[in-house]
């Protein structure tokens, strides 16, 4: 095959060339025929060899000049022939006196000839011999020929040989432009990353392919044909090209349609093709359908891997929430068809934030990572684990029942369970599993995928509720529990927007003198159906909610204004302290600061009548942070008091870095202070301790007598509980400021 369709069309126009110049001769010589049998009555074996010349030319022309036209001898073969036809034609002259005339006639059309087929060179060099050969023949003849004759005759040859000499030229200052420009052109389709090809409109035959086939596909040029484009496509694409074709094929001219397929290239390695037809087969000179064929296998490749990492968990490589909602998705409509089980299993690690902060993030990925292959290797094929982020994994099984979906459970945490070493450091985790399971038929259209996941939350958060590491089978009850924290959370705000809270106030004496040093706060809900509420009832509440922060703020604003009025009131006030407890939601507000400084600017009250009671147990919690929070605090010039002392796990190390001024005794210790011997032993090094670190010390809960002076008899301070009064509201402490001491109940 050619190289371009350029270069098909010159050996085209050549190969004509070549056949009517051998035509002409045949014409010649047909000529000369009739002359010889007519005018010089000649024999029929003299016209008989003639005629077999004319055919021996004529056979010439009927060769496939096509084939030839690009050989090397070509030329020089062309040559020679015009020369042979030249020495014919002057020899027949020389014989035949008459026929001078017709010389130059001849010798113009063996020059156009060559004009269309050779150099400039060849022209000149024919034209010249041919105007030496009428000049001897002039000279020979007979009767000898006019000068003006002669000149005009020669003249004209001139005339003819210079311009045939100038279109030989032309032409060839032509053909090298025209191949420049071809090249530039073939230069640039080879660099283009199109591999461009016209296809006849029956598909048989391949007319056109550009340089750029060898870069896309691996082919050489020649070699592509359509049963080469038909093999290399992959057979599973066979059918969609097919069908492509066809479309493009039948949508008439100027249709244009695209289709993607795998292409094998020549070296075997398969790639992703773009390819594009547009009809042409009514369009000259075409007559085909153009098709480009692009590389893509880079883009598909990057859309593999961006589709890899939207749907896949970038650390284990399973698949991530997106991916596990659409199999879980496929799952119930495959079971709703089948009447199948789905069974659903939350797994989420506990305490995985302590490995994070006590080992570091590349400990604690690497504990992900290796949970994911425990947890995969306890599946079957068919059965899907993802992860759904932190360290959260779901797992969805189709077709088992309750016992073996609990015996699943069961080898998963003990998967989890086995030692796993990070770093230098041997570590046991365990987790928390949620089971929620749903059969085709729980409901019109089957199970809801959300439904399902909240079920499996709801069964995951019991696990934890109830020790972690364990399972939970989802229960309905759950959920019907879920529904009325919601609808306790709901009236609890409602309650905080329509007031519907109170602080009650609990004396805090000194045990020798039972005189009023202080009050409690403690907030009270008056609801509207069920009266007065306890905080029992609503902190945890308010605490898992997030509640307990504006509620908390709330009751410092009601204590500090209430101790303002106090003190306007009562001068006795003035001495007296208000505790308010802090949460640990609240101790760990960002803003709490803030707050308790624009409270106090805003009531005016002396900020060291104010104290802020912590629990043992939450001053233990980022140890760095809390002082850092304390000691921010305690700039306010509020005092700061440990609450439940004796119950949490601080060490006296720790104890010293607290910048804080009271220990409260917790109440489990006073309870049994004068009948058991421990608790009066605790009770009493809490009091030493207290007196060592120069720290107040009081007691909660004192019920009786016998509690009072025992604790009395340990050195203990100060003391609240019901043996001298019972919280009451704002009024009841009033009524006792005039003497600032408690009466005994």
């Known amino acids: 095959m050619p190289d371009s369709a350029l270069e098909q069309h010159e050996i085209d126009y050549r190969a004509r060339q070549v056949r009517l110049g051998t035509w002409i001769g045949v014409g010649v010589i047909l000529i000369g025929a009739v002359r010889v049998r007519l005018d010089w009555h000649g024999g029929p074996w003299i ?63 063996i020059l156009a000839s060559t004009a269309a087929l050779a150099d400039k060179g060849s022209v000149i060099g024919l034209g010249t011999l ?43 200052r032509m053909d090298r432009a025209r191949r420049r420009a071809e090249n530039k052109i073939e230069a640039l389709l080879e660099a283009s990353s199109d591999a461009v090809l016209a296809i006849r409109g029956d598909g048989l035959g391949v007319t056109y392919a550009s340089p750029s086939v060898r870069t896309v596909l691996g082919y050489d040029t020649a070699f592509v044909t359509s049963e080469l484009l038909s093999d290399i496509t992959h057979p599973d694409y066979l059918p969609v090209s097919q069908e492509w074709w066809q479309r493009v094929i039948g949508g008439g001219p100027g249709y244009t349609a695209r ?28 007559f085909a359908t153009v098709i ?19 749907f896949a968990d970038s650390l284990t490589g399973m698949p991530n929430r997106a991916l596990f909602r659409d199999r879980l998705e496929h799952a119930i409509a495959r079971n709703r068809r089948g009447g199948g089980r789905i069974t659903l299993f939350l797994v989420d690690l506990d305490d995985f934030k302590l490995v994070n902060d006590s080992l570091g993030h590349t400990a604690g990925d690497q504990l992900i990572a290796t949970t994911a292959l425990r947890l995969h290797q306890q599946l079957r094929a068919a059965d899907t684990l993802a992860r759904l982020g932190g360290d959260e994994f779901a797992i969805l099984v189709e077709d088992i029942t309750e016992i073996e979906a609990m015996d699943l459970a069961e080898r998963l945490l003990a998967a989890i369970r086995r030692p796993l070493r990070l770093g230098n450091r041997e570590v046991v985790c365990s987790a928390s599993i949620g089971v929620a399971t749903a059969k085709a038929g729980d409901g019109d259209d089957g199970p809801d995928p959300g439904e399902l996941l909240r079920n499996a939350d709801l069964a995951m958060y019991a696990a934890k509720g109830a020790g972690r590491d364990r399972y939970a089978l989802f229960d309905p009850a759950m959920y019907a529990g879920i529904m009325r924290e919601a609808e306790d959370r709901a009236e609890l705000e409602r309650a905080l927007a329509h007031d519907e809270f109170l602080v009650h106030y609990q004396p805090i004496v000194d045990l020798p003198t039972s005189r009023l040093i202080g009050v409690e706060a403690l907030v009270r809900w008056e609801h509207p159906v069920h009266g007065l509420v306890g905080p029992n009832t609503f902190i945890p509440l308010a605490e898992s909610t997030g509640l307990i922060v504006p509620l908390g703020r709330w009751v410092l604003r009601q204590a500090c204004e209430q101790l303002a009025a106090w003190c306007e009131q009562f001068p006795a006030a003035a001495g007296i302290r208000v505790n308010v407890n802090l949460s640990a939601r609240q101790f760990q507000h960002e803003g709490l600061v803030e707050e308790v400084a624009g409270i106090l600017a805003e009531t005016g009250v002396d900020p060291h009548q104010i104290v802020l009671e912590i629990t043992e147990s ?50 489990s210790f006073v309870d049994g202070i004068d009948t058991e011997r421990g608790d009066a032993t605790l009770a009493e090094a809490v009091v030493q301790l207290g007196r060592a670190l120069q720290l107040q010390t009081v007691a909660e809960g004192i019920e009786t007598a016998e509690q009072w002076s025992t604790l009395q008899d340990l050195g203990c301070e100060f003391g609240q509980g019901y043996l001298f009064a019972r919280p009451g509201a704002a009024d009841e402490i009033s009524s006792i400021l005039g003497d600032a001491r408690v009466p005994q109940s």
Not at 87 to 105: E, K, M, Q, R
Not at 292 to 310: C, H, N, P, V, Y
């Open 292 to 310: 480009s064929i692009r590389d893509i296998t880079g883009r598909k490749e990057l859309e593999e891997e961006l589709t890899r990492q939207a």
């Open 618 to 667: 939450l001053l233990m919690q980022d140890t760095d942070s809390t002082i850092e929070t304390l000691g921010r605090l305690k700039a306010l010039g509020v005092r700061l008091a440990i609450d439940d002392f004796g119950t949490g796990y601080s060490s006296l190390s720790y104890l010293k870095r607290f910048p804080v001024d009271i220990l409260k005794i917790d109440r």
């Open 47 to 109: 016209v008989a060899a003639i005629l077999v010349a004319a055919l021996g030319q004529a056979g010439l022309a009927m060769l496939p000049w096509q084939r030839y036209i690009q050989a090397p001898w070509l030329p020089r073969a062309l040559v020679g022939w015009w020369l042979a036809n030249l020495v014919l034609l002057l020899g027949f002259t020389a014989y035949d006196t008459a026929a001078l005339a017709i010389y130059p006639a001849g010798v113009m059309l």
């Open 259 to 286: 289709t993607e397929s795998r292409v094998r290239r020549a070296d075997g390695a398969w790639i992703w093709a773009e390819v594009i037809g547009t009809n042409r087969t009514t369009e000259a000179p075409l």
């Open 130 to 172: 041919s105007i030496a050969g009428y000049l001897a023949l002039v000279i020979t003849r007979d009767r000898p020929v006019g000068p003006t004759l002669a000149a005009l005759t020669v003249s004209l040859m001139l005339g003819v040989t210079w311009f045939c000499a100038q279109t030989a030229s032309n032409r060839s």
